[in-house]
């Protein structure tokens, strides 16, 4: 079992910065990690995952550049670094545990990015 705390969403104005944190509790070993982000009303939205080795790393299309996904096993946590942040990247960010391909079996309750213009 695999729990997940997030942490750090926040206001911003746009063009800022934040940064992400996800700590796990439990076996997250060999696992690949990722954030995914929800606005109200829409999808919820790829951002970006990251190999267990840290060796590869993934971003949604509307993030790349811009985001940075790391991770640290030792704190068996996840970070994701959010620059030159717009309107549209707020929304509530999850972040969750990939057990296997495209199998996102645990998830975080999701921290809050609200970006002002």
């Known amino acids: 079992q695999v729990q997940l705390v997030e942490s750090g969403g926040g206001l911003v104005q746009a063009g800022g910065s934040l940064r992400l944190s996800c700590a796990a509790s439990?076996?997250?070993?060999?696992?690949?990690m990722g954030w995914f982000r929800q606005a109200p009303g829409k999808e919820r939205e790829f951002v970006a995952s990251?190999?267990?080795?840290?060796?590869?790393?993934y971003y949604g299309n509307s993030v790349k550049g811009r985001f940075a996904i790391t991770r640290d096993n030792a704190k068996n946590t996840v970070y994701l670094q959010m620059n030159s942040l717009k309107p549209e990247d707020a929304a509530v960010y999850y972040c969750?545990?990939?057990?296997?391909?495209?199998?996102?079996?645990?998830w975080g309750q999701g921290t809050q990015v609200t970006v002002s213009s």
């Open positions: 990251i190999s267990w080795s840290s060796g590869s790393t």
């Open positions: 969750a545990v990939e057990v296997g391909a495209g199998r996102w079996d645990y």
């Open positions: 439990g076996r997250t070993y060999k696992y690949a």
